[in-house]
């Protein structure tokens, strides 16, 4: 799969979803329910951002700070608090952008993005099973835990043994 080929379905779908400008817009407000919760906390700033797209909501935000001597000034902590809020706000909102990016796309992409035909449900290689084995043995501490999962090897596909060695590898 070569992804500098200009005709690559990956590289196509890449430059059709990076045409488009969102015109995003942000608005902000105080935090109300935020500030009446936490009341007992002296100086707490909260404010609330609310991100959407041509008057779709896509992610609420929130930010909060208190105002105390230890802050170096006011308006570096309502701005970290603005800014936090802003953050919050987008890091919410990027599913809701994927997935209008992506509304009619999966059809373009064809086979670029799908597992070839059979390959998806193939069980578990002897390699995987025997190294997926040493990596259960070496990481689960718990002896009915670390039985289960070696009883069910022979059971995963190899996409599923490759998660799990992925994740038991990291662990490690």
Known sequence: MNTQDEGNPIRLMLQKLCQPNLNLCASFSPD???MSALNKTPGLI??????SM?????GIGHGSTA???LNKGLDRALYSCLNGSLMSAINS????LDVIRLEGTQEQLGEAYRAPQGEENQQITDKQQAYL?????ATCEDDTDRQERIN???EL???EASAQIKMLAGAR
């Open 93 to 96: 909102a990027c599913k809701s």
């Open 157 to 159: 596909t190899k996409e």
């Open 54 to 58: 041509d008057g779709r909501p896509l």
């Open 133 to 137: 084995r040493e990596l259960i043995l």
């Open 46 to 51: 909260a404010v609330k951002c609310e991100l």
């Open 67 to 69: 105002v105390s001597r």
């Open 152 to 154: 069910a090897l022979s």
């Open 32 to 34: 109300i329910g935020v």
